[in-house]
């Protein structure tokens, strides 16, 4: 795992890499970097804005609203950009604090009256000033930035009242960066005190421990209080407010039976990556990363219940089951097959367990075995790297030696590093999907995941080597874009991310309204894109600038309008005459089908090769477990007298190499066995 140090020079590269790539200031690219990772731990929600606003003795880089726990956050920053650590000093920090708090209090008195309309910094004002006015407030986080590293005395900061508004201080440095990063990695996480009653389940031999255990209702609130989504990150849902038929019935539990609650509620499953006991007592004293896998609603409507409807949640016990992961690495498999056995009071999608498709490993496949082409004169061929979890890149050269981590750089440089975040926005965006998109990272992946299910469930052949390169083209297209917009004489700072977004779903409309397809093999051989293309990206983004940041009456809010379907709908509507275009950067749709068939086919060819590689590669010790196992009728699908047979035969040695079409059944009998629990050594 990495260090401190080496975290921090790697995080710098990646400031660099992206300031470089999207044509960002260098402390923009912190500020938005930090925010993304902030949001995938939990710390800000998917309503996370930018929005600057800086005037004398005022200082703010954006803000989050937290809709369940009403919790606004205003966030500043400090980015130094040195390669040596910086240390935070109080008087810097005070100053930030300060002009944060200053920006609320004028926010409260109606600021927004002074502030352009079309600026990002009056939708910001505006709701800010809603908030207030309705009471939509019970705490106000302050939240700083830094690339520094801060004493605990400035990390640990105690909340004060004023005016009636609790006001929490939290500076992010490096130090809490690199805990994300670890947590990610599997190594580290937040922790929990507790003193809860538990009964120890099964011995030290199993490769889980799991604890019975009740929390109440108001530890439970306090816990959510605290961490809020950084105890969903591995669910496989959000909470679905009082809808469903399932949230009603706890909702009335809660309120006029609060006693049957432990008798009519399933409770919660949660895993943690270790714990401790108290060694008089033998109560859980503390949970290390602790997760609630099944039960994120039970938790949601019982805070929402204390919080919103002012519930009395103090006669409400709620049983737990806490599993204890002894390998980081089985944790993801773990929560997976958990979540998907235990949720069972909603529907489940199968794009909910999106994190462990085998579209990832597609896409990693890929990413480690094609080389992009050389470009500008090099010599040298390139990977472009696919980062599934936060933290895979530096990871991977965490561990080599000088001279094989130089060749790791040089092979995988870091401004080619795309994470599955980036590569969701950039693909919903070419399906024309500008405006769910412009929801956030969470709503805008959750939506990928679905599409890229439904298509996988129809063909597992559908993630070839071309649609790799496809994808990585349109990352490429992403980040021209957002250069085109950043410097064009007609852009004034705002809205960037939501013009980018809809600029690329109108080129990808247009291409569709005239029956063709663009070229992507041609950004993929330049690695960039062709200038025709470009002068096409900056007619069509100053066209789209215009018309998102002056919406229709009664959509003053220029952030929420461009969420809204009707916007898509009003840009497309944008009339622009070309000039005559380059018939190399389109191809027809029989050119299309004719490259897409002959990659599947590909494919094929090398998922059955595959096959014949693992199947030689199990040991005959496993196929004689897997023969008694089926022989003794263990298994949930019986196997037919063919498939015995075969694995009769391969256990006993008499299939020295599997044909293609042995290998298929075969790999099939073992995964299968694998999914029912069957404990074998691969």
């Known amino acids: 795992m990495a260090t401190l140090q080496e975290f921090h020079e790697d995080f710098l590269q990646s400031i660099l890499a992206e300031s470089e790539s999207r044509g960002l200031m260098k402390a923009q690219a912190f500020f938005e970097t930090v925010c993304d990772d902030l949001i995938t731990a939990g710390d800000l929600t998917s309503n996370y804005t930018q929005a600057d606003y800086i005037k004398k003795g005022l200082e703010v880089s954006g803000f989050d609203y937290d809709d369940e726990r009403k919790i606004l956050t205003l966030l500043n920053h400090q980015f130094f950009q040195e390669e040596e650590l910086q240390t935070l000093t109080k008087s810097l920090i005070d100053t930030k604090f300060n002009r944060l708090r200053t920006f609320f209090a004028k926010c409260c008195e109606g600021l927004f009256r002074n502030i352009e309309e079309t600026s990002e910094a009056y939708s910001m004002a505006y709701g800010i000033y809603r908030y207030w006015e309705k009471k939509h407030l019970q705490k106000v986080r302050l939240m700083v930035l830094t690339d520094g590293k801060a004493t605990r005395t400035l990390t640990d900061l105690p909340p004060l009242t004023s005016d009636g508004v609790i006001f929490e201080f939290r500076v992010i440095d490096i130090e809490y960066l690199h805990k994300i990063y670890e947590s990610q990695s599997g190594s580290a996480g937040f922790e929990i005190n507790v003193d809860l009653p538990c009964l120890k389940v099964n011995d030290e031999k199993n490769s889980y421990q799991s604890y019975l255990s009740v929390i109440s209702g108001e530890t439970l609130v306090q816990i959510y209080e605290d961490h809020g989504q950084k105890l969903f990150e591995q669910n496989v849902r959000t909470f679905l407010q009082f809808k469903g038929n399932v949230n009603k ?27 401790e006991l108290d060694e008089k007592t033998g109560n859980l004293k503390k949970i290390s990363n602790f997760q609630i896998v099944n039960g994120g609603q039970t938790t949601s409507a019982i805070y929402a219940a204390q919080k919103n409807s002012s519930l009395d949640v103090s006669g409400i016990a709620v049983q737990m089951k806490l599993s204890v992961v002894k ?59 696919y980062e599934r979890v936060r933290g895979e890149y530096l990871n991977s050269q965490a561990y080599l030696k000088p001279e094989p981590k130089k060749k790791f ?16 926005k950039t693909e919903n965006l070419w399906r024309q999907k500008p405006d769910v998109v412009s929801k956030g990272a969470q709503e805008s992946f959750k939506k990928f995941a679905e599409e890229i299910t439904a298509i996988l469930e129809k063909d597992n052949l559908a993630i070839t080597e071309s649609f790799f390169k496809d994808s990585i083209s349109k990352v490429i297209l992403f980040r021209a874009t957002e250069r085109i917009v950043t410097k064009a004489d007609w852009y004034d700072g705002g809205f960037r991310a939501q013009t980018v977004a809809y600029t690329i779903s109108y080129l990808s409309a247009l291409v569709d309204n005239n029956q063709l397809f663009l070229n992507f093999d041609l950004i993929w051989e330049r690695q960039e894109v062709p200038e025709q293309l470009i002068e096409m990206l900056e007619l069509i983004s100053e066209q789209v600038y215009n018309k998102i940041t002056h919406p229709p009456s009664g959509y003053a809010n220029i952030t929420q309008w461009t969420k809204n379907p009707m ?27 004719y490259i897409t068939k002959e990659n599947k086919e590909i494919k094929a060819v090398d998922k059955g090769i595959d096959k014949q590689i693992f199947v030689i590669s199990v040991g005959s010790d496993e196929w004689k477990k897997l023969l008694s196992y089926y022989s003794n009728y263990k298994g949930t699908k019986n196997l037919s007298s063919m498939q015995l047979d075969m694995l009769g035969k391969i256990a006993a040695g008499k299939i020295p190499v599997a044909t293609e079409k042995q290998s298929k059944i075969l790999y099939q009998i073992y995964i299968d066995a694998k999914k029912e629990g069957v404990d074998l050594v691969k």
């Open 327 to 385: 390998k980081a690495e089985d944790q993801d498999d773990f929560i997976s097959k958990v979540a998907e056995y235990a949720n069972t009071q909603n529907k489940i999608n199968n794009s909910d367990f999106f994190s462990n498709s085998p579209f990832h490993k597609d896409m990693k496949d890929y990413a480690n075995r094609v080389y992009a082409p050389a470009i500008g004169g090099s010599q040298r061929r390139t990977h472009w790297f």
């Open 249 to 275: 019935g706890l909702r009335n539990t809660i309120e006029f039976k609060p006693e049957m609650f432990f008798a009519y509620n399933n409770g919660i499953t949660a895993t943690a990556a270790s714990i």
């Open 567 to 593: 916007c898509w709908d009003s840009v497309k509507e944008i009339d622009i005459d070309f000039p005559e275009l380059d018939k190399a950067l389109f191809i027809d749709y029989q050119e299309k089908k």
């Open 409 to 424: 750089l040089l092979e995988n440089p870091k401004s080619q590093v795309v994470d599955k975040t980036l590569l969701s």
